[in-house]
Structures are given as C-alpha cells and as structure tokens.
C-alpha cells in the first residue's frame, strides 16, 4: 500500500498539468497519482497516458465521461489505495520539502500504528504571473505536531477556515463518511472539506506551505465574474452544505467542532449573498432573500444564529445602506487577504 493517493482531476488541462504531477512524483516510490481525466477535449488524455507508461508504479489514469470536478474527486477516491488520500487540483501543486515531512510523520506512525485521521497543512494563494503570494497558517488554531481532538483545538480568525488545500484525510475516514460530490457542479471542495469533520477523530498539524493554489487564470472558478454567472450553483452547494451535518449531535461530543462548522456555514452563505449584491438585479436579490428563507424553513435554529451572531447576517442588511456596507466590506477583505 502507498502512504499517500494523490487524485488530480483534469479537465483540459493540458497547459499546465505536468507542473501539477511532476510536484507530486519526487516521492513517487511512497506514493499513488490517479490522473482522472474527465472528459477532455485537448490533449490531456495522451498527457497522462505518457505519465502512466512512463511511471506504471506510480500513475495510475481513468479515463471518463465530463461530470465535473466532484465526479473526479469521486472516481479517484473510489479508485484509491493509500492510505492518506489528497485531491490536488490540476492547476495547483505542491511543496516537496513540505511532502518530505508529512511523508516523514506518515511513515512513523505506521511504523507506531497510531494514525492521524485528519493532517492540516498550511496552503499558499500563489499569484505566480504577479509574483505574489499569501499563506493561509493555522498557528492559532492547532498546537503543531501533535495529536489533537476537536476538543483541543483554538480559535479561527476571520479569515481562516478549513479548505480542501489543507487537508489530508485518511482514506478509510473518507470513505466512511460517505462524501460523495455532485456532478457538473462548481465549489464541491466545499462539501469535501465539511462533511467528513465529525468522522475526524484525530487531528495533526504540520506547520509547513505545502499547497500553492494557484490564482490568476480568467476562467479561474473564484474569480469574481466567473462567480457571479455561477451563483446558482454556489448557492446548490451552500444548501447542501447547510444540510448535510446535524450541528446539533456534533455540538454533542465536538462543541468546538460545532462553532467551527456553523461559521463554515456562515461564510458560504455570504459569498453566495454578496455575490448576489454585486449582480446588482432584481433577480438577484429575490435569489438572496429564497436563500435565506430556505435555511430558516429547515433550519431555524441555525437561522437564528446566522441571521443575529454571524459573518453572514452582516451580508443580510436592510436597504441601500445596507448594500453598500456589505459590499465595501468585500472589497476590503479581497484586498488585503488576495483570494481571487
């Protein structure tokens, strides 16, 4: 068994997919790549075939009908045989020297039989054409190098939060939470990084910039305008966020887990309203105001403490005023933490 299966889902990513695999493979003995191509168009297909006939202990590749990125995320889960399991975007890549050590941590305990449900990594938002970088850390939050319960942990900022970038989950915790990502739908790495929490029962962070989430492409996924036409689906992914958990058996045995995951809620519910805000319509706001009604409908505790105690009730605020407060906020935040 490798140590680590590494799923890249591609989709036309011919353009910069070898930077992604070739960051993957300097350990490629102690790991598995499952090159998922979904679908496309140009040539990524004889890319990672190459790869495949070139490293055959190393690469493995599925070729597949289009289902989007959670259809690849989904295939190379059920594909996988490591022991740890990340997703690593075709477009992204990822540290060696910080690979070495969480290999190294790995290694030990299997060698202890004492496993890590859940590793956390820092991850870097890397603006390569404008040699910029921002890196996301969780100092605050974790003690490094130890293992920890959801009971241990500390504060978020505002502006941390647990993404797909920093994750590295077992395999058979995955599995057992049973995340399955929907099909031709954008943000699923929303869900992926939700859902299994509550199956974490151990927790251990390295203090090291392992992911480089690249950012500057235009059709890139977080860029403001490409949001925008999107909103219906990080609205579909908000409400499936929304739904999947009972925060109230985790708030059981994890309160700490619990104030994390309503917070998660919190900030997806105001991007999707503040995106909303910048489309700038009628239709757009109706969309804001049936979003909001769904979670109280199904959710009305939750609403309660999104509406009142939360990030998201200040995206919610009544009138023009309200708007262009919500909206400058936005601004501001994208500035200074350079998201997209």
């Not at 289009?66 to 059920?78: K, R, T, Y």
């Not at 399955?180 to 943000?187: G, K, N, Q, S, W």
Request: proline content about 3%; overall charge positive.
């Amino acid at each position: 068994m490798k140590y680590i299966t590494f799923t890249v889902p591609c989709y036309n990513s011919a353009a910069y997919m070898r930077r992604c695999i070739d960051s993957l493979l300097v350990f490629k003995e102690e790991c598995e790549i499952i090159i998922v191509d979904d679908g496309s168009t140009d040539t990524t297909p004889e890319i990672a075939d190459e790869y495949a006939l070139r490293f055959p202990e190393t690469v493995r590749v599925i070729h597949k009908e289009n289902g989007g990125h959670g259809s690849g995320v989904n295939a190379g889960l059920a594909a996988a045989t490591g022991e740890y399991f990340k997703v690593v975007d075709s477009d992204d890549w990822l540290d060696s020297r910080s690979l070495q050590k969480i290999l190294f941590r790995i290694m030990q305990w299997k060698r202890d039989e004492k496993m890590a449900d859940m590793i956390v990594c820092n991850y870097i938002y890397d603006h390569l054409h404008e040699n910029k970088k921002k890196v996301m850390a969780y100092r605050n939050v974790f003690k490094e190098e130890q293992m920890l319960t959801w009971n241990d942990i500390g504060m978020f900022s505002p502006s941390q939060y647990l993404v797909m970038h920093s994750l590295v989950f077992r395999t058979e915790v995955l599995r057992k939470s049973g995340v399955i990502l929907p099909e031709h739908t954008f943000y699923v790495d929303n869900i992926f990084a939700y859902r299994p929490l509550p199956y974490v029962e151990s927790i251990y962070y390295i203090d090291t910039d392992l992911y480089h989430y690249f950012i500057g492409r235009e059709d890139q996924s977080v860029n403001e305008e490409v949001l925008k036409k999107r909103i219906d689906q990080q609205i579909y992914v908000t409400k499936i966020v929304a739904d999947c958990v009972d925060l109230q058996e985790v708030a059981g045995q994890y309160p700490k887990l619990a104030r994390y995951m309503m917070r998660n809620v919190s900030i997806m519910l105001a991007i999707s309203s503040i995106h909303l805000l910048l489309i700038n319509s009628e239709e757009a706001w109706k969309k804001r105001s049936e979003l909001w009604n769904y979670i109280k409908r199904k959710h009305r505790k939750m609403y309660r403490q999104l509406r009142f105690t939360t990030l998201s009730g200040f995206t919610f605020l009544p009138g023009k005023t309200g708007r262009f407060v919500t909206v400058t906020g936005y601004r501001t935040a994208r500035k200074i933490y350079q998201f997209n």
